[in-house]
């Protein structure tokens, strides 16, 4: 923990602030090619200076919530966490099932899975992204919502998806890692699998997936749920690649496009060892925010014990974005963009740009398409918009329907 808080002391001027100033600077004074070549060298400078300066400053961290060899990654770090207690506040209003009927609902031989006191969820991955489903999950009106919890995360985990009292809700359990006899009970009993993780070097170990989805092992599978990334390309660069290097680890910058598509064949390919379940694809860019906001106001998402988490700064970012930006946007296949040569404003902004995905979007829209047959072997990605308040069950409606 005290290392931890050493490399937070030891950073940089954030880079929100050093984008600001950016901002009020140079956009009155060059023209538009000019303004452009001009980033392209601050690019440049920032590539030099993280070289030279920022090597370890700007580390992931996150609770691993799976057995650390369960994910692979192109980077060597894998750091995990320990929290503050919690501060979380007020429910919001219980949640009503989708009534309108439309062909995402209606099939011959059904894959969703509706909320109901039968129906178990099952999370894996790693990052916060998988702490934020089973809370979801769980909130949504599921009889059973599990995830995989190490042991030297389980505090964190706990703080993360508790209420406003501390607890955690009734129907998640955290599953000790170490307790493979639960986990393969769990794995009979669940009717959909929920994948993710936040950080952009890893994907779900193939052979954890095999584990997961082998056909004996979950006779009651009808549906696996992942979250990957905008693989299409556009908008990415050497803006994007040196806003990732020099601000923001996380930046979806492209780089693992080929591990992610691997990705996206294996979870195919199992499902289809399955029979008669079905896979969605749900697409992330640069991940943000995740949790309930200014005093507990969406207290169906992490706990606010993340901004301390998060937080390098005197106010986290994380906590302005997730105040800014409850909106979501849906868009059909992969065809989000990246921020292009507004990266360097983009990467920590807190604010709407391309490129990004609310965390607390992703989740929704994935535990959401459960109960969605238009969802079946389809991909789409999540967006956002400026809006203070999170989308209403109608909202979330014509959101589904423009995509599928």
């Known amino acids: 923990i005290g290392s931890q808080r ?19 600077t140079t956009a009155p004074l060059f023209p538009h090619r000019l303004a452009i070549k001009s980033l392209l060298g601050v690019a440049v400078l920032l590539l030099v200076s993280h070289r030279t300066n920022t090597s370890d400053a700007f580390s992931f961290h996150r609770p691993t919530t799976i057995i650390s060899s369960w994910t692979s990654s192109s980077a060597a770090r894998q750091q995990q966490l320990r929290s503050p207690s919690t501060t979380h506040q007020r429910s919001t209003t219980s949640i009503r099932k989708l009534s309108y009927t439309t062909n995402l609902y209606s099939s011959s031989t059904s894959t969703t899975v509706q909320p109901n006191e039968s129906s178990t969820i099952g999370t894996v991955g790693s990052g916060y992204v998988p702490i934020l489903l089973s809370k979801l999950a769980a909130h949504r009106g599921h009889g059973k919502s599990w995830i995989i919890c190490p042991a030297s995360d389980a505090d964190v985990m706990r703080q993360l998806a508790s209420d406003a009292d501390g607890n955690v809700p009734p129907n998640l359990e955290l599953v000790p890692a170490s307790d493979s006899d ?20 890893s994907v779900l170990d193939p052979s954890i997936m095999n584990y997961l989805l082998d056909p004996p092992k979950v006779p009651n599978m009808k549906r696996i749920v992942a979250m990957s990334r905008n693989l299409n390309g556009a908008g990415m660069g050497l803006l994007v690649s040196a806003s990732r290097r020099a601000a923001n680890a996380q930046v979806w910058d492209n780089a693992n496009v080929d591990a992610y598509r691997e990705y996206e064949g294996n979870i195919q390919k199992a499902t289809r060892a399955l029979g008669d379940a079905a896979w969605t694809i749900v697409r992330a860019g640069t991940l943000k925010g995740g949790a309930c906001g200014e ?4 207290s169906q998402y992490l706990a606010e014990s993340y901004y301390e988490l ?4 005197i106010i986290t970012w994380q906590l302005l974005f997730d105040m800014n930006v ?4 849906l868009m059909k296949g992969d065809v989000m963009r990246g921020p292009g040569f ?43 918009k400026e809006s203070r308040e999170v989308p209403s069950e109608e909202e ?9």
């Open 182 to 201: 639960r986990v393969e009970e769990l794995l009979s009993q669940t009717d959909a699998l929920l994948i993710a993780t936040d950080d952009v070097d």
């Open 342 to 384: 507004k990266a360097v404003f983009a990467s920590t902004g807190t604010g709407y740009h391309e490129g990004d995905s609310g965390r607390c979007g992703v989740a929704e829209a994935m535990v959401r398409s459960l109960e969605l047959e238009g969802a079946r072997n389809k991909d789409f990605g999540v967006g956002t």
């Open 326 to 329: 409850r909106g979501v946007t």
């Open 310 to 313: 998060t937080k390098n700064d």
């Open 6 to 24: 050493q490399k937070l002391k030891s950073m940089p001027m954030p880079f929100s602030t050093m984008t600001m100033t950016m901002t009020m």
């Open 295 to 298: 005093n507990g106001l969406y």
């Open 396 to 404: 979330w409606e014509e959101l589904f329907r423009g995509c599928l």
